[in-house]
Structures are given as structure tokens and as C-alpha cells.
């Protein structure tokens, strides 16, 4: 039974296209995140989303913007792709938000832009 | 703001040794504390954390961790590694908010 899924697992793609990366929790958590792992492997947050209301939006350009359908899911989408959008990308979910709650976190997205 | 940080970034030791690697954040509040693992081309996985009560903890795998409040740290121990440990260890704090903040890492490998 997985618990936090990201499809797909590897997407390679050209300077400029749009993609996106897909999140579904199996969990009933109520708060979802996108993380950013560079090459050297430094996790930072870029959203968090609490009953699909945006609740955290760190500095990412608008090029990225995630969307949640319904609170089982976390879409991102990448516009105009950029050679440093090239990382690892990781789904999480919690139980709830303002708490210290455990975060679950899906298998990642290698994303590489070339 | 908060910060994590991680002062070790590599680590390699022969199995059978002990392991500790040193975390310390910089927020003053009440914090909530976390390690994770990263084993090679993995999903980051809980191996212990820390809300309240007695400040050492135990996780999966032989692990545990100390937190010391008067040295802003939690570090994570283990008495005796094995091959099989060697990954990539975060150390995580989040406060009153949500918002987790990652240390950079460090890299463990274990020779057998």
C-alpha cells in the first residue's frame, strides 16, 4: 500500500516546455508539500497546502504553480522550464498543519531540464 | 528565521563502529525535532523524533537521539553501525507553524 505516490518517477525534458508532476496520499492527511532537492541534496520546501488551501509559498518563481484538487492530491506545474529547475522533487503530507505533525514523504520526481 | 544546521557532511565508518552526528538549530522557541534517512535512490523515511518529555529518544533500526535544550542541539547516535546504515541523514526542525527546515545532510558510509 503506497502512502504518498508521485508519477512520474523520472521526467527528462528541453529548456522551456511545461510539465507536471503529480501527488496523491492514501493517508487521509489534511496538509500536502512540494520540496526542492538540489544536486547536493539541500531539501527545501516550496509549498504547503492545508484542505487544498495554499498555506506556505516560500520564494519559487511563478513559473511554479501548484494545485490541489481535492485534499488527497498536490499537482505541481512548471512552466517555461529552466536548466536549474534540474533536482529531485519530493511530495509530502501530514496529518494536519500548525503542529508537530510527522511528514510522510513519496519517492520523488528526478526532474532533469536539459 | 529558523536554520538547521548540519556540521558533518561526510562520514565513513568501518561496521561494528559507533556512530553520532551532531545537529543544531538556531530557533528559541518551543520546536519540534526530527531525523530522517535517505537511503540511496529512496523517499526519506522518519527514524525518530521529539515533541516532548524525556529528551531521549529512540527510533527504528537502533537509533536514537538526544535533545539538549540549553545547547540547541539533537544529535542522532547509534552504538554499533552496520553496512546497511549507509544513507543520507536529516536533521529537521519545524516550530509552532508548519514549516519544516532541513539541514544540509550528511552523507554515512559504512565499510563492511
Known amino acids: 500500500d503506497t502512502a504518498v505516490s508521485q508519477t512520474p518517477k523520472y521526467l527528462v525534458t528541453q529548456m522551456g516546455n511545461d510539465k507536471s508532476i503529480k501527488c496523491e496520499q492514501n493517508l487521509g492527511h489534511d496538509t500536502m508539500y512540494w520540496y526542492k532537492q538540489d544536486s547536493k541534496k539541500f531539501l527545501k520546501i516550496m509549498f504547503s497546502?492545508?484542505?487544498?488551501?495554499?498555506?506556505i509559498n516560500e520564494t519559487v518563481p511563478n513559473r511554479f504553480s501548484p494545485k490541489s484538487p481535492d485534499k488527497a492530491h498536490l499537482n505541481l506545474h512548471i512552466n517555461s522550464l529552466e536548466l536549474g529547475d534540474s533536482a529531485v522533487y519530493f511530495c509530502a503530507s501530514s496529518i494536519g498543519s500548525g503542529g508537530p505533525y510527522e511528514q510522510y514523504f513519496g519517492p520523488g520526481t528526478r526532474l532533469t531540464v536539459t | 528565521a529558523q536554520s538547521v544546521s548540519q556540521h558533518n557532511h561526510h562520514v565513513i565508518l568501518s561496521e561494528a563502529a559507533s556512530l553520532e552526528l551532531g545537529c543544531n538549530y538556531s530557533y528559541g522557541g518551543t520546536v519540534n525535532l526530527f531525523w530522517y534517512v535517505q537511503y540511496p535512490g529512496q523517499h526519506l523515511q522518519l527514524l525518530l523524533k521529539y515533541f516532548s518529555g524525556d529528551p531521549l529518544v529512540k527510533g527504528i533500526k537502533g537509533f536514537e537521539a538526544e535533545f539538549i535544550k540549553s545547547k540547541f542541539s539533537f544529535n542522532l547516535r547509534k552504538p554499533s553501525v552496520q553496512w546497511s546504515d549507509t544513507a543520507e541523514y536529516f536533521c529537521?526542525?519545524?516550530?509552532?507553524?508548519?514549516?519544516?527546515?532541513f539541514g544540509g545532510g550528511t552523507r554515512l558510509m559504512v565499510k563492511p
Open positions: 529537521a526542525v519545524n516550530n509552532a507553524g508548519n514549516m519544516l527546515t
Open positions: 497546502y492545508n484542505n487544498k488551501e495554499l498555506i
